[in-house]
Every structure is written in structure tokens, then in C-alpha cells.
Nanobody
């Protein structure tokens, strides 16, 4: 069983900064890609940023230059530093772990993506 726990959401004024953190736990052998997605009210979930185990980052156009994703492989953790926040960034942010390989009885197996429970970020004055 893989579990992702997020923290760091909250209320921030436009132009402000916030840092989200996510840690994975369980019988994890490796995680290929960790990332952040968000879902605003009435909208579909969308990619915010992802980062590979090798450190290659990918960002949505809407957050490029404002958000920075980082990862600590040994801790199975990923952070999202958000700056110059806008009201449009208001959403529930979800941590994702993809390309998961875990220890199971008998050996190592690939399992479906894991998601965190989500953390609310509200950008408002």
C-alpha cells in the first residue's frame, strides 16, 4: 500500500508565496515521476508540474516562471514552491506518484499511480 500525504496549503494574498510538500510511504522500491496536479471548482484536474527521478522537471505553461518543483528521492518526497500567486491558482492541489514499483510478497511489482488526499490553496485578498 502506497500513501501520499500533502501539507502546506492555505490562504494567501495575490502576489504571495506558498510551499506544498508531499511525502510517500509504503513498501516503495522506486517512483519514476512525482508531480502536482490541481482541480479548481467546476474544472477538470490539470497538471501543474512533474519531476522525474533524474530531476527533469515539466511545468504547465500557466505556472512557468512562478512555480518550482523539487524532489528528494531518498525521502520519497516532492515539494512545490509557488510564488507570485494569482486568484486563478486557487484549487485543491494533489500530489501524484507515477511509475511506482513496490515490494510485494514474492518480489517487486509495478502498481497503479498513487494520489494524495489533496490540499486546498486559496489565493484571495
Amino acid at each position: 500500500q502506497v500513501r501520499l500525504v500533502e501539507s502546506g496549503g492555505g490562504l494567501v494574498q495575490p502576489g504571495g508565496s506558498l510551499r506544498l510538500s508531499c511525502a510517500a510511504s509504503g513498501s516503495i522500491v522506486s517512483i519514476s515521476v512525482m508531480g502536482w496536479y490541481r482541480q479548481a471548482p467546476g474544472k477538470q484536474r490539470e497538471l501543474v508540474a512533474t519531476i522525474t527521478s533524474g530531476g527533469l522537471a515539466n511545468y504547465a505553461d500557466s505556472v512557468k516562471g512562478r512555480f518550482t518543483i523539487s524532489r528528494e528521492n531518498a525521502k520519497k518526497a516532492v515539494d512545490l514552491q509557488m510564488s507570485s500567486l494569482k486568484p486563478d491558482d486557487t484549487a485543491v492541489y494533489y500530489c501524484n506518484a507515477a511509475g511506482l514499483r513496490v515490494w510485494l510478497e514474492g518480489g517487486v511489482a509495478s502498481v497503479p499511480d498513487a494520489w494524495g488526499q489533496g490540499t486546498l490553496v486559496t489565493v484571495s485578498s
